[in-house]
């Protein structure tokens, strides 16, 4: 008899989940104080009353190789208010605005308000040298679901592990047994809502760092090629943990329609990255003064760019990418479980499980869903990108590491994602051994077994046969239970018959072959409840001297006779 | 043996009555009001908290009390709503309530301080959670003794002691129970033919 | 007030039956209080080392009084056989049940090929 257990872990695998989980619920928690003390600030702005201000100076300053903690470009604006009982000045446009890399932001700004326009402004009730031009935009309101998600995984996941699961039955014999009714199920959520975050978080930096930065480039390609002139350019260096990144720092002037232009666009992609040489490059070659070639948004003549992007740094997508897939998949994959169980609940169970198409006519193929071919290559996929992503930060870790950093909480955090990349590794040579393994495929004559029926099994094998010590078929019978009362729940199984149907030694043709299969008369035929299954197999083995058994299992349905 | 000729089989087990252990009923049932009729079983696994709560149903109606009982299963706490299962009951009612501590906290402080419409909550579960204790489920070496005697009296084969067991499964009655399931079965090589 | 009595009798007292086959007899009953419902229920259930299973296949009603009367006649269907195993069996029963009282009278039956349990025995 074979027993399994869904039973607790024990108390140093909750105490090692629990810290592995409040890595993500500290995290999440700290950004979302974060944001909502800001989100807070910005209602209490909301609330201020909406005056008409005057704009009294409006201009953008340019300090094109200003220090890394500062913007290049900054619009500065200064307004005045008043109402019949008192006046006041301030000069901040917007709460938490400082300037931007991007020129063309502050001169469209100082385009908005320009000097001696009566635009509305809110004032500060309470402190009324306070206010300003705009709120900050209630969108970025969403972004704390980002921590939240990190918030619920980590809260959730040690909710779960240390809640006392519990299973309890309350039949009792002496009193009716048709009133009772059982069911069982379980669920994938927590699975759908940890993979979610891999998803979310590859989204998040795909779609506006990679995505929309090439949908531009592709776009800009069609804009107009108007003659500009270099009046800064140089590589600023950023500082960080892990080594510093690099970005190129551009500003020039353009002619259009008569009227001179000014942009800062460098290409589409935004941020920094650890390439140095190519910026240098081009750097050298674009220096103050240099005439060259940017493109020009057509319907807007403040939207240009000098470069248009470079292949190597769209290929950095690929990495937010590897998340989106990991995620992606797995979501779908708790949700398909999810789902595949709700059925499994709404079945009826007394009726006939459908796990073969017993219905219809002709033969019943019975063969391997997936190939050898594609589980080595699933395997490995899935080890190299697990073990890419999960190698980056280990690489952090231990660079960190020997740089005299601490680096405890990252390595106990990367421990379990390290293990389950070193076993996903294990299993590519033993999935490689099995890929060159002969590939059974058996046919039964007939799509409907019953008791007392025979059948004529074919079985025919693809690959090296000739490695084939000893082939064995054997048609098992099998009775399966699920126990739930207290906390645990435990399925145990029992194979109550085995008859083998085919047993032959190397040398007598096992590559293909024929054999007679006959179900007994008076043995039970499948039979699937909720707790309480008997479960028929044809279980295929093909011995090999020192290397992975052709070992294969394919369930068939046995039905009582029809009369 | 037939499954359903075997005497542990899940209804026998399921069968069982609560043995109290240094106490009589009516001590806990004086406990019971003392504490406003709130109270919680606690216990390890297999310990019969489940047996004791249907024991103490059984009995709360047999004085003439409504009594509910609700089971929280494992993955089914969501669709449990202490506020519903109080529709219904007079005031007089006492809800029992097995698997306490599969509910969400939200759902557990609302069954147990909000103000539900019951005059008893007696609640099962491995740890205690805002309600006080009614009894601590314990199991001994003579308790299972004393249950594998009312299953299978006089048996006359040699089946693995009480003691034994009750080491083997760390005083898990249910787990033992289950061994001796498998040696009737003729599970595992063994067989015993009564 | 008498005790509640509820009675099941098939006809020629049969206990054992084909697939299929059709089961017939009478109930009785006298309750205390008069009941919401009365059903002569046929199912199967399961017993053994796993958490029980129950399926009502066919359901009976009579008429709602304290007291009462009536026939059944109910075709078997063709599965679960009558089981047994090591780990499970499965048995069909008839039973007649007052709700809401819950007072009930069980019959069981056997249903399988020739009017016998399956039993396999073979363990591992």
Redesign the interface.
Same mark, same amino acid.
């Given at each position: 008899m074979n027993q399994k257990s869904g039973g607790g872990r024990g108390i140093f695998g909750k105490l090692f989940f629990t810290l592995f989980l409040a890595a993500f619920l500290g995290m999440g928690s700290w950004f979302t104080y974060l944001m909502v003390e800001g989100f807070v600030y910005q209602i209490g702005t909301s609330l201020w009353p909406v005056l008409d201000c005057t704009i009294l100076s409006s201009t953008v300053e340019e300090n094109p190789g200003a220090p890394e903690h500062e913007e290049p470009y900054t619009f500065r604006v200064r307004y005045r208010w008043a109402t019949d009982f008192s006046e006041g000045t301030s000069d901040v446009y917007r709460h938490g605005y400082y300037g931007s890399s991007d020129i063309g932001e502050a001169l469209r700004l100082a385009q908005r308000y320009p000097e001696g326009a009566q635009v509305p402004c809110r004032v500060n009730p309470g402190a009324p040298d306070s206010a300003v031009l705009e709120l900050a935009s209630s969108w970025n309101v969403l972004w704390i679901f980002v921590p939240l998600l990190f918030v619920a995984v980590g809260a959730g996941g040690i909710y779960l592990t240390w809640r006392g699961p519990s299973s309890l039955a309350t039949s009792r014999l002496g009193t009716s047994i048709s009133s009772r009714v059982s069911s069982s199920f379980g669920g994938a959520g927590c699975l759908a809502a940890f993979f979610s975050v891999f998803l979310i978080f590859g989204l998040l930096i795909f779609v506006p760092f990679f995505a929309v930065p090439l949908a531009q480039s592709w776009s800009a390609s069609g804009w107009a090629q108007v003659p500009c002139l270099i009046e800064y350019s140089a590589v600023r260096t950023h500082p960080g943990d892990d080594g510093a990144t690099y970005s190129v720092e551009v500003l020039y002037s353009y002619e259009v329609g008569g009227r001179q232009f000014k942009s800062s666009r460098y290409d589409f992609f935004t941020g920094s990255d650890s390439e140095y040489s190519s910026k240098s490059e081009w750097v050298q070659s674009h220096p103050e003064g240099t005439r060259t070639t940017c493109y020009v948004n057509p319907e807007d003549p403040l939207d240009a760019v000098v470069r248009l992007g470079s292949l190597g740094l769209a290929l950095w997508g690929l990495l937010p990418l590897i998340f989106v897939a990991v995620g992606g998949i797995g979501v779908a994959g708790s949700l398909l479980s999810l789902r595949r169980k709700g059925k499994a609940r709404a079945r009826d169970v007394s009726r006939p499980s459908d796990r073969l198409p017993v219905h219809g006519t002709g033969p019943l193929v019975l063969e391997a869903a997936a190939s050898p071919l594609s589980k080595l290559v699933t395997g490995t996929i899935f080890a190299l990108i697990w073990n890419g992503i999960t190698g980056i930060f280990v690489w952090v870790a231990v660079t960190g590491w020997a740089d005299g950093e601490e680096m405890g909480c990252l390595a106990l955090f990367l421990i379990p994602f390290v293990l389950i990349g070193l076993a996903a590794l294990v299993n590519i040579p033993y999935l490689a051994l099995a890929m060159v393994n002969p590939r059974p495929r058996l046919t039964l004559d007939k799509r409907r077994l019953t008791l007392g029926s025979s059948a004529t099994l074919s079985w025919r094998f693809r690959g090296a046969t000739r490695r084939l010590r000893r082939l064995r078929i054997t048609l098992e019978g099998i009775e399966k239970v699920t126990y739930r009362r207290g906390t645990n729940t435990r399925t145990d199984t029992n194979t109550f018959a085995t008859m083998p149907v085919v047993d032959l030694p190397a040398g007598t043709g096992l590559e293909s072959g024929q054999a007679h299969l006959e179900i007994p008369p008076d043995t039970m035929h499948s039979f699937k409840a909720s707790h309480n299954e008997v479960v028929w197999k044809l279980r295929l083995q093909g011995e090999i001297r020192v290397w992975p058994d052709v070992l294969t299992e394919f369930e068939v349905e046995v039905e009582p006779p029809a009369r | 043996m037939r499954a359903r000729d075997n005497p542990y089989r899940v209804e026998r087990l399921h069968a069982l009555r609560f043995r109290l252990q240094g106490g009589c009923w009516d001590r806990l049932w004086e406990r019971f009001v003392r504490q406003g009729r709130r109270g919680c079983v606690l216990g390890p696994h297999g310990s019969g908290k489940t047996t004791l709560l249907l024991e103490l149903a059984e009995r709360l109606r047999d004085t003439g009390l409504s009594v509910r009982m609700e089971t929280v299963r494992t993955g089914e706490s969501r669709r449990h709503d202490p506020r519903l299962w109080c529709e219904g009951l007079g005031e007089g009612a006492v809800l029992v309530v097995d698997g306490a501590d599969l509910l969400s906290p939200l759902r557990w402080r609302r069954l147990v301080q909000g103000k539900p419409r019951v005059a008893g909550l007696i609640v099962a579960s491995h740890t205690r959670r805002l309600l006080p204790v009614l009894h601590s489920c314990r199991t001994t070496a003579d308790l299972l003794d004393d249950l594998i005697r009312e299953l299978h009296p006089g048996n006359g084969c040699r089946q693995p002691s009480a003691g034994d067991l009750f080491t083997r499964h760390r005083g898990d009655l249910r787990e033992a129970l289950r061994e001796l399931y498998d040696f009737h079965a003729g599970i595992r090589g063994q067989s015993c033919r009564v | 007030m008498s005790t509640p009595q509820l009675q099941i009798v098939v006809d020629e007292e049969r206990r054992e039956f084909e $697939?299929r086959e059709e089961v017939s007899g009478g109930v009785s009953w006298v309750l205390q209080s008069p009941p919401d419902t009365v059903e002569l @229920?046929l *199912?199967? &259930?399961? !017993?053994?080392?796993?958490? @029980?299973? %129950?399926?009502?296949?066919e359901t009976v009603a009579f008429e709602a009084s304290p007291e009462g009367l009536g026939d059944f006649r109910i075709r078997l269907p063709?599965? $679960? &056989?009558s *089981?047994?195993? @090591?780990? *499970? #069996?499965?048995?069909w029963?008839l039973?007649l %049940?007052a !709700?809401p009282s819950?007072e #009930?009278q069980?019959v069981d039956l056997v249903m399988g $090929?020739g009017g016998r349990e399956?039993? %396999?025995? !073979?363990?591992?």
């Amino acid at each position: 008899m074979n027993q399994k257990s869904g039973g607790g872990r024990g108390i140093f695998g909750k105490l090692f989940f629990t810290l592995f989980l409040a890595a993500f619920l500290g995290m999440g928690s700290w950004f979302t104080y974060l944001m909502v003390e800001g989100f807070v600030y910005q209602i209490g702005t909301s609330l201020w009353p909406v005056l008409d201000c005057t704009i009294l100076s409006s201009t953008v300053e340019e300090n094109p190789g200003a220090p890394e903690h500062e913007e290049p470009y900054t619009f500065r604006v200064r307004y005045r208010w008043a109402t019949d009982f008192s006046e006041g000045t301030s000069d901040v446009y917007r709460h938490g605005y400082y300037g931007s890399s991007d020129i063309g932001e502050a001169l469209r700004l100082a385009q908005r308000y320009p000097e001696g326009a009566q635009v509305p402004c809110r004032v500060n009730p309470g402190a009324p040298d306070s206010a300003v031009l705009e709120l900050a935009s209630s969108w970025n309101v969403l972004w704390i679901f980002v921590p939240l998600l990190f918030v619920a995984v980590g809260a959730g996941g040690i909710y779960l592990t240390w809640r006392g699961p519990s299973s309890l039955a309350t039949s009792r014999l002496g009193t009716s047994i048709s009133s009772r009714v059982s069911s069982s199920f379980g669920g994938a959520g927590c699975l759908a809502a940890f993979f979610s975050v891999f998803l979310i978080f590859g989204l998040l930096i795909f779609v506006p760092f990679f995505a929309v930065p090439l949908a531009q480039s592709w776009s800009a390609s069609g804009w107009a090629q108007v003659p500009c002139l270099i009046e800064y350019s140089a590589v600023r260096t950023h500082p960080g943990d892990d080594g510093a990144t690099y970005s190129v720092e551009v500003l020039y002037s353009y002619e259009v329609g008569g009227r001179q232009f000014k942009s800062s666009r460098y290409d589409f992609f935004t941020g920094s990255d650890s390439e140095y040489s190519s910026k240098s490059e081009w750097v050298q070659s674009h220096p103050e003064g240099t005439r060259t070639t940017c493109y020009v948004n057509p319907e807007d003549p403040l939207d240009a760019v000098v470069r248009l992007g470079s292949l190597g740094l769209a290929l950095w997508g690929l990495l937010p990418l590897i998340f989106v897939a990991v995620g992606g998949i797995g979501v779908a994959g708790s949700l398909l479980s999810l789902r595949r169980k709700g059925k499994a609940r709404a079945r009826d169970v007394s009726r006939p499980s459908d796990r073969l198409p017993v219905h219809g006519t002709g033969p019943l193929v019975l063969e391997a869903a997936a190939s050898p071919l594609s589980k080595l290559v699933t395997g490995t996929i899935f080890a190299l990108i697990w073990n890419g992503i999960t190698g980056i930060f280990v690489w952090v870790a231990v660079t960190g590491w020997a740089d005299g950093e601490e680096m405890g909480c990252l390595a106990l955090f990367l421990i379990p994602f390290v293990l389950i990349g070193l076993a996903a590794l294990v299993n590519i040579p033993y999935l490689a051994l099995a890929m060159v393994n002969p590939r059974p495929r058996l046919t039964l004559d007939k799509r409907r077994l019953t008791l007392g029926s025979s059948a004529t099994l074919s079985w025919r094998f693809r690959g090296a046969t000739r490695r084939l010590r000893r082939l064995r078929i054997t048609l098992e019978g099998i009775e399966k239970v699920t126990y739930r009362r207290g906390t645990n729940t435990r399925t145990d199984t029992n194979t109550f018959a085995t008859m083998p149907v085919v047993d032959l030694p190397a040398g007598t043709g096992l590559e293909s072959g024929q054999a007679h299969l006959e179900i007994p008369p008076d043995t039970m035929h499948s039979f699937k409840a909720s707790h309480n299954e008997v479960v028929w197999k044809l279980r295929l083995q093909g011995e090999i001297r020192v290397w992975p058994d052709v070992l294969t299992e394919f369930e068939v349905e046995v039905e009582p006779p029809a009369r | 043996m037939r499954a359903r000729d075997n005497p542990y089989r899940v209804e026998r087990l399921h069968a069982l009555r609560f043995r109290l252990q240094g106490g009589c009923w009516d001590r806990l049932w004086e406990r019971f009001v003392r504490q406003g009729r709130r109270g919680c079983v606690l216990g390890p696994h297999g310990s019969g908290k489940t047996t004791l709560l249907l024991e103490l149903a059984e009995r709360l109606r047999d004085t003439g009390l409504s009594v509910r009982m609700e089971t929280v299963r494992t993955g089914e706490s969501r669709r449990h709503d202490p506020r519903l299962w109080c529709e219904g009951l007079g005031e007089g009612a006492v809800l029992v309530v097995d698997g306490a501590d599969l509910l969400s906290p939200l759902r557990w402080r609302r069954l147990v301080q909000g103000k539900p419409r019951v005059a008893g909550l007696i609640v099962a579960s491995h740890t205690r959670r805002l309600l006080p204790v009614l009894h601590s489920c314990r199991t001994t070496a003579d308790l299972l003794d004393d249950l594998i005697r009312e299953l299978h009296p006089g048996n006359g084969c040699r089946q693995p002691s009480a003691g034994d067991l009750f080491t083997r499964h760390r005083g898990d009655l249910r787990e033992a129970l289950r061994e001796l399931y498998d040696f009737h079965a003729g599970i595992r090589g063994q067989s015993c033919r009564v | 007030m008498s005790t509640p009595q509820l009675q099941i009798v098939v006809d020629e007292e049969r206990r054992e039956f084909e $697939p299929r086959e059709e089961v017939s007899g009478g109930v009785s009953w006298v309750l205390q209080s008069p009941p919401d419902t009365v059903e002569l @229920r046929l *199912f199967w &259930y399961t !017993e053994g080392k796993g958490t @029980r299973d %129950v399926r009502v296949v066919e359901t009976v009603a009579f008429e709602a009084s304290p007291e009462g009367l009536g026939d059944f006649r109910i075709r078997l269907p063709a599965s $679960p &056989y009558s *089981f047994s195993g @090591r780990l *499970f #069996s499965i048995r069909w029963a008839l039973e007649l %049940v007052a !709700e809401p009282s819950g007072e #009930s009278q069980r019959v069981d039956l056997v249903m399988g $090929p020739g009017g016998r349990e399956v039993e %396999v025995h !073979e363990g591992s």
